[in-house]
Each structure stands twice: as structure tokens, then as C-alpha cells.
């Protein structure tokens, strides 16, 4: 592993199914995030972690859940999907605790469709 | 208003031209400033931050006017592989100054 890995690539899934996106990070970094993509909005910051065992929300947290068991994994879970939780999930993390003032490694993203 | 606001573009430049953007922001307590490129299907990687003194990378300059809140990028001598999305990025004061991206400004760099 190089850096920060996500999976699935993509996924259809069908509404009101359970979904956990997988986040993998290699850097030994505090800070991680997710974050959802849509055509003409920016990134919009879901959960992030300042440190393995803690957990905030972010703009967007309504029908997601995350957890820090650990520095590396970051998982993100839909309980029950929606069709507007379709869009593009990155995960990122940094290595300062507040992540504003270093650079954020993204991982490659995931597209999830719900239909 | 959008807390961080570009233009979506595209933005149809000319290989070798120079290209700049703006980006502005609302929240005058933000404290740092970033660029980053995201190409088509991919995830963003951070070009340049953005000091308040200016700064510059080979063929990027990125500056910054507090009094007028807005973020600012030139690119000179643009190359075809210029051609991606630039996002201007803020941090929210409000919000354990956590980062507010923009949409993103589309550049095409034509042969």
C-alpha cells in the first residue's frame, strides 16, 4: 500500500441497503476526512478525525456514520441509502491535527450510485 | 453566496498563453489558502498554498488580497497537460477551520 487506498472503485446499490465505503491509510497521518463530490459543488466534508478515537462532523453528516478504531482504516457507513447519496466519496487524510494548514492526500474515490 | 466562489469556466486558452483565475472568499477570519488540480476522474493533489506575501513555482503564481478577500492563480507558458480543474480551497473559521472547497474552475489548453 502507497498512500491512501478506497474501495469499492464504484458501486450500485439499491435503496435503503446498507453500504460501508473502506478507507486505508500507509502515512501514519492524524487527520482524516471524507468528503462528497458533486457536479458543479465543491467537495463537501462529511466526517473527519482529528486522531484515532475521535470523530467530527463536518457540512454534510446526515445519513452517514464513521469511526477511528485505529490510525490507518477510516470507514464510512450508510445505513440506508438514499438516491441523492449518489455522487463521488473521497477519503483524505494529513498530518497535523487540525488539517487546515497541510497539504490533504486524497485517495482515488468512489462512485456510488443509488437507485 | 457560496463561502468560496469560482468561475466554472472552461476556460479555452491557447498552448503557451497565460491564464489566471480568481476565487473569492467570505469568511475574512480564514487563515489558509490552497490551490489544488484535480484531473478528469481523479482525486484532487494540492498545487500551491497560498501565502499572504505571494508566492510563485515555475510557471504558478498564486496570490492573495485579504483586504478584497479573493485567491488569485496565473499560470504562464501553459501546456496542453495544464488542462485539468483548479480548485480553490479556504479554511472555515467557523468550523474548527476545517477546508472549503470551490467548484472548481475548468482550463482546456489547446495545440
Known amino acids: 500500500i502507497a498512500g491512501i487506498t478506497q ?19 500507509d502515512m501514519r497521518h492524524n487527520a482524516m476526512y471524507w468528503y462528497r463530490q458533486d457536479l458543479g459543488l465543491g467537495l463537501r466534508l462529511i466526517h473527519y478525525s482529528n486522531t484515532a478515537g475521535t470523530t467530527g462532523k463536518g457540512e454534510v453528516p446526515d445519513g452517514y456514520s464513521v469511526s477511528r478504531a485505529n490510525t490507518d482504516d477510516f470507514p464510512l457507513t450508510l445505513a440506508s441509502a438514499v438516491p441523492s447519496q449518489t455522487s463521488v466519496y473521497f ?13 490533504q492526500f486524497f485517495g482515488p474515490g468512489t462512485r456510488l450510485t443509488v437507485l | 453566496r457560496k463561502e468560496v466562489e469560482q468561475d466554472p469556466g472552461p476556460f479555452n486558452v491557447p498552448e503557451g498563453a497565460t491564464v489566471a483565475f480568481n476565487c473569492t472568499y467570505s469568511n475574512s477570519a480564514s487563515q489558509s489558502f490552497f490551490w489544488y488540480r484535480q484531473d478528469c476522474r481523479k482525486e484532487p493533489k494540492l498545487l500551491m498554498s497560498v501565502y499572504s506575501s ?4 515555475g510557471r504558478f503564481t498564486a496570490q492573495l488580497n485579504r483586504a478584497s478577500q479573493y485567491i488569485s ?5 501553459s501546456k496542453l497537460s495544464d488542462s485539468a480543474t483548479y480548485l480553490c480551497v479556504v479554511n472555515n473559521a467557523r468550523s474548527n ?5 470551490g467548484a472548481g474552475t475548468k482550463l482546456i489548453i489547446k495545440p
Open chain 2, 54 to 57: 505571494g508566492n510563485e513555482d
Open chain 2, 73 to 77: 492563480l496565473l499560470i504562464r507558458d
Open chain 1, 7 to 25: 474501495a469499492p472503485t464504484s458501486q450500485i446499490l439499491a435503496a435503503g441497503r446498507r453500504m460501508t465505503l473502506r478507507c486505508t491509510q
Open chain 1, 91 to 103: 477519503c483524505a487524510s494529513s498530518d497535523e491535527l487540525s488539517g487546515s494548514y497541510n497539504e
Open chain 2, 97 to 101: 477551520y476545517q477546508l472549503i472547497w
